[in-house]
């Protein structure tokens, strides 16, 4: 069901995305050759100095954000296991780094899209962005793949 802004999101309709959100995660992370991934609900704020790449489902009522959050050196680490770039002898470019964390939130959150409501318009991702608002966040989770800690911020507008 698509997320309206009166009633946008209550409980079930929260725990429905955040679910979806961290199962796609796992599936993504499996499809990508991540040997291990953890996801925990976040109990701290996320920093507003991380690096974020971010997607949007869109219908004409509402928006659903997806951004993720990490340090530069996990998301160099993550885009090398993706893309099997060896870490003892080749550099990886902001493009590469970029063009990875925009796929990882592409296939999440086309799964969710697939998932909870297939008439939603996928959008592009967005990278760099400012985390302007993280208090407004409606769920946060924390995803450990391998060694590297990545941040999932779901938002609702």
């Keep these: 069901m698509p997320p309206t802004q009166s ?37 701290t704020e996320v920093p507003a100095d991380l690096p974020c790449t971010r997607i949007a489902l869109t219908n004409e009522r509402s928006s659903v954000q997806l951004d993720l959050h990490s340090r530069p050196d996990a998301r160099q680490n993550v885009a ?30 086309g799964g969710v899209k697939g998932e909870l409501d297939p008439t939603m318009q996928l959008g592009f991702p967005e990278h760099n962005v400012v985390a302007d608002d993280l208090r407004s966040s409606t769920s946060t989770l924390r995803v450990r793949v391998d060694e590297d800690e990545l941040v999932l911020v779901l938002r609702f507008s």
């Design 80 to 109: 090398r296991t993706m893309l099997e770039i060896d870490p003892e002898e080749d550099d990886i470019s902001t493009d590469d780094v970029n063009d990875a964390m925009g796929e990882i939130v592409n296939i999440v959150f």
């Design 7 to 43: 009633s946008f999101p209550n409980a079930d309709e929260l725990e429905r995305w955040t679910n979806s959100v961290a199962r796609m995660m796992r599936e993504t992370a499996n499809i990508l050759g991540f040997e291990h991934c953890e996801i925990v609900p976040a109990t």
